[in-house]
């Protein structure tokens, strides 16, 4: 079975600071790993995915995430927060083998204060 | 928006009225999904296709059956809605490693 936590229900960063959005995956076999950002009265947008290759993955926004096969973790990260990175974000999951369906964690809402 | 449409955007029915809700999409993908969102529960696939006329369920399925009668269309039928099925629809495409989602539609069932 496959499944995604998203610990933390809100982050808050200051903006100009560094942040980190977690996630923790369990898959059968080789994950495939992304990240979404849905912002108010909006679809989902993609941000950035890990297939296979190197562990730090970079994506749109400047935005990056590290996937840790061991701790099976894809924590979302930005060097330096902008107010405009206020949004929720959404880790998810999928299995080619699987018909591709995506499982998603509950979300994080991310709040960058001025 | 990836050439997906979902109709309609918004919509309030009454329980116990079936209500259906469209997907369209002008990708020529094949796999096509209906989730559906609701706070602290981030998005659940509720039915999936992967071809014409091939659907399965997802882990909320009940109370709700889909059909794909054309590759650009995957339709949602809530046989007869209840107030548990209030909820914000979203419908995905999918070709390979990414899903692309649609704006979502907002129903409200009183």
């Known amino acids: 079975a496959q499944s995604v936590a998203q610990p933390e229900d809100q982050v808050n960063v200051a903006e100009g600071n560094p942040l980190t959005v977690k996630c923790t995956y369990s898959?059968?076999?080789?994950?495939?790993l992304f990240w979404y950002v849905q912002y108010p009265n909006r679809g989902l947008q993609f941000l950035l995915k890990?297939?296979?290759?190197?562990?730090l993955v970079k994506g749109s926004y400047g935005f990056e995430a590290e996937f840790n096969k061991s701790q099976t973790s894809f924590h979302l990260k930005k060097p330096s927060a902008l107010v405009s990175d206020s949004a929720l974000y959404f880790c998810?999951?999928?299995?080619?083998?699987?018909?591709?369906?995506?499982?998603f964690g509950s979300g994080t809402k991310l709040n960058v204060k001025p | 928006d990836a050439g997906i449409t979902q109709s309609p955007r918004h919509k309030v029915t009454e329980t116990g009225t079936p209500v259906t809700l469209r997907c369209h999409q002008t990708?020529?993908?094949?796999?096509m999904y209906w989730y559906r969102q609701d706070p602290g529960h981030g998005l659940r696939l509720i039915h999936y296709?992967?071809?014409?006329?091939?659907?399965d369920k997802g882990e909320v399925s009940d109370g709700y059956s889909v059909s794909r009668s054309k590759t650009e269309d995957f339709l949602l039928t809530l046989e007869s809605a209840t107030s548990s099925q209030t909820s914000v629809y979203f419908c995905?495409?999918?070709?390979?490693?990414?899903?692309?989602f649609g704006q979502g539609t907002r129903l409200t069932v009183v």
């Open positions: 995905a495409i999918s070709e390979e490693n990414e899903a692309f």
């Open positions: 898959v059968s076999g080789n994950p495939y």
């Open positions: 990708e020529n993908h094949r796999y």
């Open positions: 890990y297939i296979t290759g190197d562990n």
């Open positions: 998810a999951v999928s299995a080619l083998y699987n018909f591709n369906k995506f499982y």
């Open positions: 296709s992967y071809g014409v006329k091939d659907t």
